[in-house]
């Protein structure tokens, strides 16, 4: 585990910053019925007013889970 953090310490700094930013959103987003129904940048609406679970999810989680999976493939071949 170490030796994962010292080779990738900037990339996991900066998804755990992209995390933050991202959650940061979603609480001051408003939540509405509305927001369920599209994604953030497909839509004219403001990021406040169509940021959800759903957006947090694809835009926050998905790089973090992306980056483990290519960890542990890498890791699989050593």
Do not use: A, H, R
């Not at 509305?34 to 007013?49: Q, R």
């Not at 957006?55 to 973090?64: A, C, D, K, N």
Request: aromatic letters at 16%; proline letters at 3%; glycine letters at 4%.
């Amino acid at each position: 585990m170490n030796k994962i953090v010292k080779e990738n310490g900037i990339v996991i700094g900066i998804l755990i910053f992209w995390l933050f930013v991202n959650f940061i959103i979603l609480m001051l987003s408003k939540s509405s019925e509305y927001s369920k129904e599209v994604l953030y940048p497909f839509t004219d609406n403001e990021i406040t007013n169509t940021y959800d679970s759903s957006e947090f999810l694809v835009y926050g989680v998905t790089p973090v889970i992306l980056f483990v999976i290519l960890q542990l493939i890498s890791y699989e071949k050593n």
